[in-house]
């Protein structure tokens, strides 16, 4: 059997396949019904497009099964005021109720934002979770030794991480706050493309996340400390020739949010 399969009996020879086929394995025939290139599976970028673009049906592809792509519920789509809704609203948490997050809120989350877009539909973006109380307490304790390196001289990130270490001395905890779990969107170290990708699909997990009634906050500390600072490196434990390429804190939010802060306008360029 050939990669995707058109079946001539419902083709309506529309090429909605030809133009939506991101690989161009699928060419269109001046007469007839549009064909494959050769060697299609090789090329083949399995982005089921062509599945999901046909308007009739006629298109199977070898390695996705009807009940893996099902039909788009028109009723369930957004409107813009509504989509627009949930991005301004959406807001950095930083205060969450002394509760858990259920594995499966996260994973249900994590289903949704695995639909992002990935660089020539890669699909490499993996995702660590970790929510047990004692390896947040570990965690922190390493963030401030990170912070503590990085608070030598006078320039302006060692004099940011001076004024973290102040908060924390004090008790404030404004690492990783009172988060129930930090969701890690991580990849190989040399795939040129993951480090979009992964910010691209915990933006996703963000927005989704809002929805299911969690509060996130990005965490660039997080991310960049276990990057690079051995004993962060270490206690995260990502598999070798991996790395976090983004990070965010997640839990319950305390806070309701009233009112959208404005922000700067979209400054847009036209090239004539
Ligand atoms: C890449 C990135 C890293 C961030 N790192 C942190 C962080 O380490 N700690 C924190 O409290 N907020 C962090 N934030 C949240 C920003 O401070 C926040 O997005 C910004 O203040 C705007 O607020 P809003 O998200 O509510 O619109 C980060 C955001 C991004 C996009």
């Known amino acids: 059997m050939a990669i995707v399969e058109i079946n001539k009996e419902k083709c309506t020879k529309c090429n909605a396949c030809v133009a939506a086929c991101a690989s161009s394995i699928i060419i269109s025939q001046p007469d007839g019904y549009p064909r494959l290139f050769p060697k299609a599976d090789e090329f083949c970028m399995r982005c089921g497009h062509c599945v999901g673009v046909c308007p009739t049906?006629?298109?199977?592809?070898?390695?996705?099964?009807?009940?893996?792509?099902?039909?788009?519920?028109?009723?369930?789509?957004?409107?813009?005021?509504?989509?627009a809704q949930l991005i301004k609203s959406r807001r950095s948490i930083r205060e969450f109720?002394?509760?858990?997050?259920?594995?499966?809120?996260?994973?249900?989350?994590?289903?949704?934002?695995?639909?992002?877009?990935?660089?020539?539909?890669?699909q490499e973006v993996q995702w660590l979770v970790i929510d047990d109380k004692e390896k947040i307490k570990e965690l922190t304790a390493i963030g401030v030794e990170w912070f503590r390196s990085m608070a030598k001289g006078n320039d302006q990130w060692a004099l940011e991480m001076?004024?973290?270490l102040r908060m924390h001395e004090i008790g404030l905890n404004i690492f990783l706050r009172n988060a129930a779990a930090i969701v890690i969107t991580y990849a190989e170290k040399n795939?040129?493309?993951?480090?979009?990708?992964?910010?691209?699909?915990?933006?996703?997990?963000?927005?989704a996340a809002k929805a299911a009634g969690l509060g996130c906050?990005?965490?660039?500390?997080?991310?960049?400390?276990?990057?690079t600072f051995a004993p962060m490196v270490k206690a995260v434990a990502l598999p070798e020739g991996f790395t976090p390429y983004a990070a965010t804190c997640v839990g319950y939010p305390k806070f309701k949010y009233q009112r959208i802060p404005p922000r700067k306008p979209g400054r847009i360029t036209y090239r004539p």
């Open 57 to 83: 049906g006629a298109i199977t592809h070898q390695e996705m099964p009807p009940e893996q792509c099902p039909t788009i519920d028109k009723k369930l789509e957004p409107s813009f005021e509504q989509v």
């Open 97 to 122: 109720q002394d509760k858990p997050v259920p594995r499966d809120v996260i994973e249900s989350v994590i289903d949704v934002a695995r639909y992002s877009p990935t660089g020539h539909n890669g």
């Open 162 to 164: 001076q004024g973290i």
């Open 191 to 207: 795939n040129p493309i993951a480090a979009t990708d992964c910010a691209i699909a915990l933006s996703y997990f963000d927005l």
């Open 217 to 227: 906050f990005w965490n660039g500390y997080f991310y960049f400390s276990a990057q």
